[in-house]
């Protein structure tokens, strides 16, 4: 089992001096947190979110490493963080929540505090871009999925920069989608709901932004490699959007 109480602990000393927390639901009598970073900086924030799946810890220590320093670099940049959004599943390390619900496919669920918790952040705003982290264990390398509206994607300058640190999936198709240097340009209307659900990617790029990307490193990496991976996406999309 996890500490979550050291993770809790880690994020509020991060946010001392960047911003704010607050507990924007709970589940299994743990916090679901919300961070604002940078707070009063001007124009529309950026949304990150990470451990939607509780067996992928290093989206989780991806955020908690950008909030501690990476974050510093750009000051007059609103983020709004959700870093850990499956409590129960990072505790146990399961993909599922605490009830055995896979919290990806499920955002018109209304029963669900960790989707509660995910509306009430976006609830009313408009952001610049939303970034998504996960871990494929099955991967070669690192992959994303990239969805954008009225502007170029950015997938060739993202691959290019994360092959410094991590391999790319090269495999013409992965996930049944097709793919390009490790980046994939879905539809977003391509899943069936009936099938799998509303996706919470799917949901968020039709109603709150028009750039987001879903950062996907390769599970049987080192943890601070898949950390990095997720880093230097992340810096990708911000510097596509403040340069």
Not at 33 to 51: E, K, R, T, Y
Not at 161 to 174: A, G, Q, T
């Amino acid at each position: 089992m996890r500490d979550y109480t050291q993770f809790t602990e880690r994020l509020h000393a991060a946010c001392a001096s960047r911003g704010v927390s607050r507990v924007a639901g709970y589940v299994g009598g743990r916090p679901i947190l919300h961070v604002s970073i940078h707070p009063d900086a001007p124009g529309p924030p950026a949304l990150l979110l990470a451990g939607t799946h509780g067996d992928e810890p290093g989206g989780v220590e991806a955020a908690l490493q950008f909030i501690e320093r990476g974050s510093d670099a750009y000051p007059r940049m609103r983020f709004e963080m959700l870093p850990c959004t499956n409590p129960c599943g990072y505790v146990h390390a399961t993909r599922e929540n605490g009830v055995g619900i896979d919290l990806n496919w499920v955002y018109d669920r209304d029963d669900l505090p960790e989707i509660r918790a995910l509306r009430d952040v976006v609830a009313g705003r408009r952001f610049r871009f939303v970034v998504d982290m996960h871990e494929d264990w099955e991967s070669p390398g690192y992959y994303a999925y990239e969805l954008r509206r009225d502007a170029p994607y950015i997938g060739d300058d993202l691959s290019e920069r994360v092959s410094h640190v991590c391999p790319i999936n090269h495999d013409p198709v992965i996930e049944g989608d097709p793919a390009v240097a490790g980046v994939i340009h879905p539809e977003p209307y391509a899943e069936s709901r009936e099938s799998r659900g509303y996706g919470v990617p799917v949901a968020l790029y039709e109603e709150y932004t028009d750039h987001l990307l879903t950062s996907e490193s390769p599970t049987p990496l080192p943890l601070q490699t898949r950390v990095d991976a997720h880093l230097t996406a992340l810096t990708a999309v911000i510097e596509a959007h403040v340069g």
